[in-house]
């Protein structure tokens, strides 16, 4: 909402949050790609790909999470290639898709209109 200060005081907070999880669960992969997630909005890009990297050696199943680090990090292509993995295995939730804001960067980009608009109209 234009307020940097106050989103990089709450993405330090979330961080935090994270790291406390990771403690408590550190094979989750889930919680490597959140961790991921939040040290690339702090620009962290390094740190964030490597706990991309374990995230998916810890479960390589984590298909729309790790798109939405790569929208984050507007990786669009690379993004593309994992949302249309979680399609092929018939679990793309396209409102999902639609309504995240970790996609607002690729909402423009011609292969996302064209999987959402095919998705939403099946």
């Known amino acids: ?54 995230a998916m050696q810890l479960d390589s199943t984590q298909y729309f999470r790790y798109a939405m680090l790569l929208c984050i990090q507007n990786r669009h292509d690379d993004a593309l290639l994992y949302i249309n993995k979680v399609r092929d295995i018939g679990e793309l939730n396209y409102i999902w898709l639609k309504m995240d804001a970790d996609f607002d960067n690729i909402r423009y980009h011609p292969g996302y209109q064209k999987l959402l608009a ?5």
Do not use: F
């Open 118 to 122: 095919e998705g939403l109209h099946k």
């Open 1 to 54: 909402m234009g307020d940097t200060d106050q989103a990089e005081n709450y993405y330090g907070k979330s961080k935090d949050l994270i790291q406390k999880k990771l403690a408590a669960e550190p094979e989750n992969g889930g919680h490597y790609l959140d961790m991921g997630m939040v040290l690339s909005r702090l620009g962290a890009e390094q740190q964030a790909n490597r706990m991309a990297n374990e």
